[in-house]
């Protein structure tokens, strides 16, 4: 399995709910990555998970909340979200984080309305 | 940094010509560039990568170029092919900083 499958592949939500997108991968990776993008803009990275540890957070609102249950599963945890956070959210995963052939996921498209 | 604005860089080749798609890159001390190809609908996917000990690698019907002196990277692409059509970014290590930074991307639309 060379693959990182994220779901859902589409999600609406109100502005008071709260949601969850999940990643998981089979590839014996130790390090997963959340990525923010736009429309027409480049993946901005959000959150890194070294072997289930959180390593890096870049200054992304508590409003949403990375888990990491295992090794091939990642979790984003969404509440209270703003219509200015509907954007596509990339998983990705390499073998380390000194690894940089990142295997990306097709994403979820998330919509707040 | 420079805005991007609303709309992408956007080149078109016919079909069966070379496409040559540039970047430039923020930071001299990066060890590492990624060129990706992100299809409508799709995750980024990996094409190519150079370390910044190389001035030149070559793949399938690809080659990525590295100029560490103006910091400019190229992704040429030899025979394009209406499946190359797509957003290419690049990315780069940032120094040994454990994360990648993508470029701003430039779409490709290959004409029949």
């Known amino acids: 399995d060379t693959e990182v499958t994220q779901t859902p592949k589409h999600l609406v939500m109100g502005m008071t709910n709260k949601k969850s997108l999940k990643c998981e991968q089979h590839?014996?990776?130790?390090?997963m990555y959340w990525y923010k993008q736009k429309a027409k803009k480049p993946p901005e990275l959000m959150f890194v998970y070294s072997y289930e540890k959180l390593s890096i957070n870049e200054s992304v609102p508590s409003r949403f909340s990375p888990e990491c249950p295992n090794s091939s599963l990642l979790n984003l945890h969404l509440h209270a979200l703003q219509p200015e956070d509907s954007a596509l959210y990339l998983c990705?995963?390499?073998?380390?984080?000194?690894?940089?052939?990142?295997?990306f996921g097709s994403g979820t498209r998330l919509t707040v309305v | 940094g420079e805005s991007v604005g609303l709309h992408l860089p956007t080149l078109s080749v016919q079909e069966g010509d070379n496409s040559i798609i540039n970047c430039a890159y923020s930071n001299s001390a990066s060890d590492y560039f990624i060129w990706y190809k992100q299809e409508s609908g799709k995750g980024p996917q990996f094409i190519i990568d150079?370390?910044?000990?190389?001035d030149k690698r070559q793949g399938q019907r690809v080659t990525v170029l590295l100029n560490k002196t103006v910091k400019h990277l190229s992704l040429q692409i030899a025979a394009t092919q209406p499946g190359d059509s797509a957003v290419y970014f690049c990315?780069?290590?940032?120094?040994?900083?454990?994360?990648?930074?993508f470029g701003k991307g430039t779409k490709l639309s290959v004409i029949p």
């Open positions: 150079i370390r910044s000990n190389m």
């Open positions: 990315a780069e290590d940032g120094a040994g900083s454990y994360q990648l930074t």
């Open positions: 990705a995963s390499s073998q380390d984080t000194s690894n940089y052939g990142y295997t």
């Open positions: 590839m014996g990776h130790r390090a």
